[in-house]
């Protein structure tokens, strides 16, 4: 647990007692509300759809299956228009600035710096294939996705692949983590050189004894093989906070952006 510095502490010490003194009043509206100056039914789908996708990339919102029905063609405009694109950019932006410094602090040491990314909405992204299969908002189809994951057409996101490549420059050991299954190695790495990813240290993916765990299950033990390797986890990427949790956490995790869907 982090704790807070003694000046925010003080600081809500002083609104909790201003706010006493004044009386109780409502801070927080909940996300079905409306401001008064918004009239709409399209500005309400809106202001709540952009609420709901931060509740989401917080973990606020818990598991969830599909995304709100009045939110598919929030979820298209953010997809496909600027925003996503700059959210990705800052997260990698992010991700740079600490990587610098993390290779510096880490030294010279025995363990070797490496960086672990996720594949599906990390480094690669099935938007040509959420597209057409609403967005999130319908039941996720296994087959038709493995058929797009045999395709091997997945673009590259832009920015994480600058980040990948840079990553590398500095002396990183890049390692692949995906929940796609073993059968899917030829064409993930196929994807993966279509979308001009190269030399990674390694790409793992689930074996038939994952079957049954959780992400976060599987991807903590492949994480504490890495490290019993003798790699020292400096970063992780990844679009689902269940890449990112659990036992044998990189020095700093790096969540990207992704509204369409949840993996346990």
């Given at each position: 647990m982090r704790l807070l510095p003694l000046v925010f502490v003080l600081a809500l010490a002083a609104a909790s007692a201003a706010a006493s003194a004044s009386g109780p009043?409502?801070?927080l509206r909940t996300v079905t509300d409306v401001?008064?100056?918004v009239s709409s039914g399209d500005d309400a789908d809106a202001l709540f759809c952009d609420s709901w996708r931060l509740s989401v990339e917080t973990a606020n919102a818990g598991s969830w299956v599909a995304i709100p029905a009045r939110c598919a063609?929030?979820?298209r405009d953010y997809m496909e228009g600027?925003?996503?694109?700059?959210d990705s950019a800052v997260a990698a932006a992010d991700s740079l600035a600490f990587a610098s410094?993390?290779?510096?602090?880490a030294g010279a040491g025995a363990a070797r710096?490496?960086?672990?990314?996720d594949v599906d909405e990390t480094l690669l992204s099935n938007a040509p294939y959420y597209a057409v299969n609403g967005w999130g908002s319908q039941e996720f189809n296994e087959t038709s996705f493995d058929e797009w994951v045999d395709a091997a057409k997945a673009p590259a996101l832009p920015s994480s692949l600058k980040l990948y490549n840079e990553l590398q420059g500095l002396g990183f050991h890049v390692i692949l983590l995906t929940g796609r299954a073993e059968f899917q190695r030829n064409p993930t790495e196929a994807n993966l050189l279509f979308a001009r990813y190269q030399s990674w240290e390694k790409l793992i993916l689930r074996q038939p004894s994952d079957i049954g765990k959780t992400a976060v299950q599987y991807k903590s033990e492949?994480?504490?093989?890495m490290e019993a390797e003798g790699f020292k986890i400096l970063g992780n990427s990844g679009d689902q906070w269940s890449d990112l949790i659990?036992?044998?956490m990189a020095t700093r995790s790096f969540k990207l952006p992704n509204p369409m869907y949840f993996i346990s």
């Open positions: 009043r409502s801070v401001p008064a100056a063609a929030f979820v600027p925003r996503y694109a700059s410094g993390a290779l510096a602090a710096p490496a960086w672990v990314f492949r994480r504490a093989a659990g036992s044998q």
